[in-house]
């Protein structure tokens, strides 16, 4: 579990946390510029309640850090169209001018104001930031832990069926066997009852002609009778 202390000193912790910057908004809202993207040096000084100057020194001593995470210098012609883009889309009150530095201007985003976070030890809001970033890992890491834990409860339970189904594989198999020879029977005795069904059939027919017959020598009798008398 890694300590506020941690944070500060590595690099490389920092960079495991700066997906999270929601974790700003749950400590303090940021006020952004009208893209909803940038903020100025002075916007994130007043996030953390520090002048902007602390604000400057720690970004020019984290300069590469921070640049990584979006810090940015406006200069020329690329100043000049960034401040027609947000004087286009400023609603500020009547009366009241979107601001814009003279010559240079220095942009941050979320990911810059939460590496600053994780950088400015004499801040109470940042020392905020930390500790909802350090909490949310303590809570992830628990989390983790209770998943290892039911995976292998449930690996424990399938190692359990796996060996009964070995157990189990020749009892399946005898039956498997026994079955079979019931199929075969089976089909031996639906054989032999076609069979008979045919026979009777015949016979079925013998009986008819027999008695047709029958009849007829009866009718012969009659007639020797009458011829009789």
Request: charged share 30%.
């Amino acid at each position: 579990m890694p300590t506020e202390v941690a944070l500060l000193e590595s690099h490389a912790l920092r960079a495991e946390q700066m997906g999270r910057v929601e974790v700003l908004d749950k400590v303090k809202s940021l006020v952004m510029l009208p893209d909803g993207i940038h903020l100025r040096t002075e916007d994130v000084a007043r996030y953390f309640e520090v002048s902007t100057e602390v604000v400057k020194k720690l970004t020019q001593r984290h300069r590469a850090e921070v640049e990584e995470n979006g810090l940015r210098l406006l200069r020329g012609a690329e100043l000049r169209i960034f401040h027609r883009d947000m004087m286009s889309l400023w609603g500020g009150e009547q009366g009241e001018s979107y601001p814009q530095a003279p010559t240079q201007l220095t942009l941050c985003t979320r990911r810059t104001v939460l590496d600053v976070a994780m950088l400015l030890r004499d801040s109470d809001i940042a020392r905020s930031v930390r500790t909802h970033l350090l909490d949310a890992e303590e809570d992830l890491r628990a989390s983790y832990a209770s998943l290892d834990r039911r995976v292998t409860r449930i690996e424990g339970c399938l190692a359990g069926v796996g060996s009964a189904l070995q157990e189990l594989g020749p009892v399946l198999g005898r039956m498997s066997q026994r079955l079979d020879s019931l199929d075969r029977k089976l089909d031996r005795t639906h054989q032999v009852v076609g069979a008979i069904s045919l026979r009777l059939t015949d016979v079925s027919q013998d009986v008819v002609r027999l008695d047709a017959r029958m009849h007829d020598l009866a009718d012969q009798l009659r007639d020797v009778g009458r011829r009789a008398v």
